[in-house]
């Protein structure tokens, strides 16, 4: 057993001794440096979350007025088709709008999906570093969106390895953390990324049934849903789990 010296007297005294015995020092705590990491040094991985996240919601602020705007151009044209009530600058002015927020929306959504990459790819690496070998290299976590068939299971299953895995080495550390643990998402997470294909199978579809226009509302629906919660969500996915890396740092 390691004894705590007096830093001023350089008394010999118990570890768990508060005040030094020789000259009655205040002693330092040499039980809380001495007590090792339940954990490895992680790679720091808050900055790019916090990067992922306001990114995320610049690009769901875009996309709100992008919608509107979509909306209103919808019912000028057919007015102009059913009517010609909607003078022609008007609706030129509405496309260029609409041409110069979707290419704003663009150029953010690329940044975004840069950035997540980033903090995903890290914090599967900090996984890698803790259990030393994971389901897939960190490296996947990026290539894994890219590989046809591949992107529709594996980006997934990183994730819920991420949060299970993560969940179950803070619960194992300390018990305590159960209250400290946010819930895990992953699965609604991942339904409203697919959103889209659900949307593409939807339009095929409507393609063999005799009122195609209901088939493609109820994809415009869903997909008007998809791309509001998607990114809702997937900011709430990054929160969560930065929170877990924050505990596995302490």
């Keep these: 057993m390691e004894l705590n010296i007096c830093p001023r007297c350089k008394t010999e005294n118990a570890p768990n001794q508060k005040y030094c015995k020789g000259c009655g020092f205040t002693l330092p705590n040499t039980e809380a440096q001495t007590s090792k990491r339940n954990f490895p040094v992680l790679r ?5 979350a916090k990067a992922a996240m306001y990114s995320m919601g610049l690009m769901l602020a875009l996309m ?3 919608m509107l705007i979509q909306g209103m151009m919808t019912r000028m044209i057919i007015l102009v088709m059913y009517a010609d009530q909607v003078p022609i600058a008007a609706l030129g002015a509405g496309i260029l709008a609409q041409l110069a ?3 704003l929306l663009l150029i953010v959504s690329i940044c975004t999906m840069v950035l997540f ?4 790819r ?6 890698r570093l803790i259990k030393g070998k994971t389901r897939y290299v960190h490296g996947w976590a990026v290539g894994g969106w890219f590989i ?4 529709l299971f594996m980006p997934y299953q990183i994730m819920q390895e991420l949060f299970r895995d993560t969940r179950q080495m803070l619960l194992d550390a300390n018990p305590s953390n159960a209250g400290k643990l946010p819930k895990n998402w992953v699965g609604l997470w ?3 990324i697919l959103m889209p294909i659900i949307f593409i199978i939807i339009v095929v579809l409507s393609i063999y049934i005799p009122m195609p226009y209901i088939m493609l509302n109820i994809g415009g629906i869903i997909m008007s849903v998809s791309n509001i919660a998607s990114p809702l969500i997937t900011i ?4 969560d789990y930065a929170k877990m890396e924050k505990l596995l740092n302490q």
């Design 117 to 120: 990459f980033m903090w995903f």
């Design 148 to 151: 046809p068939i591949v992107h």
């Design 101 to 103: 927020l979707s290419f």
């Design 236 to 239: 709430k996915i990054i929160y």
């Design 190 to 192: 991942w339904t409203l």
């Design 122 to 127: 890290r914090a599967y690496y900090n996984l």
């Design 44 to 48: 720091p991985n808050g900055e790019r």
């Design 64 to 66: 709100i007025p992008a």
